[in-house]
């Protein structure tokens, strides 16, 4: 019940996972694995039942290459920011990489989520909902890194948040574009 909280706050839901150490692979196959399946999904859902609208001109089979491409870059993302906020943090403190996988882990479910919008074939309601998503997801790594790694809301969190957010959204945009581009 505090996950919508932990977009606004760094004292709910985030102490109870701070709790929690599993392993990346443990948080890979519980959390990144099923809900990255999600927007795969919905861009196959979006392909067969509402091509018209996003892509006429192209084949079921692009959509489900596209698509495969789109999980396997995701994979690729989660892991790559995981290393992005371990390095960001450790200049204070030795930090383990699945603690900074974690978070990695946790930031993009708001844009994973973000994909359901994908079941009314309206683009821009769905880049709407997506940028949406994407600032919830800001919220996330703020929060995050203040509840798990007590800055109490300092200028360092801004800092760090700032860094590993603006690098987040630049690799969201590149995934996207892979998305779009070979619609076009």
């Known amino acids: 019940m505090n996950a919508p909280k932990m977009i606004w706050s760094s004292h709910e839901g985030w102490p109870e996972l701070a709790r929690q150490h599993p392993s990346v692979m443990a948080t890979f196959f519980k959390v990144v694995l099923p809900l990255s399946l999600l927007p795969v999904a919905?861009?196959?859902?979006a392909a067969t039942w509402h091509r018209a609208v996003y892509a006429?001109?192209?084949?079921l089979m692009n959509w489900v290459w596209i698509s495969l491409v789109f999980l396997v870059v995701e994979w690729g993302c989660?892991?790559?920011m995981g290393w992005l906020i371990q390095s960001v943090e450790s200049r204070d403190h030795p930090l383990e990489y699945r603690d900074g996988f974690r978070l990695a882990a946790y930031a993009p479910?708001?844009?994973w989520l973000s994909s359901l919008s994908l079941f009314v074939p309206s683009p821009a309601l769905n880049v709407v909902v997506a940028l949406l998503a994407l600032l919830a997801s800001g919220g996330l790594i703020y929060h995050g890194l203040d509840g798990w790694f007590q800055h109490d809301?300092?200028?360092t969190t801004v800092s760090r948040a700032y860094t590993i957010f603006?690098?987040?959204a630049l690799i969201w945009a590149l995934v996207v574009a892979i998305l779009v581009v070979p619609l076009l």
């Open 153 to 155: 809301e300092s200028v």
């Open 166 to 168: 603006s690098f987040g």
């Open 109 to 111: 479910i708001p844009i």
């Open 78 to 80: 989660v892991f790559a």
């Open 56 to 59: 006429p001109d192209t084949t």
């Open 42 to 45: 919905m861009i196959l859902y």
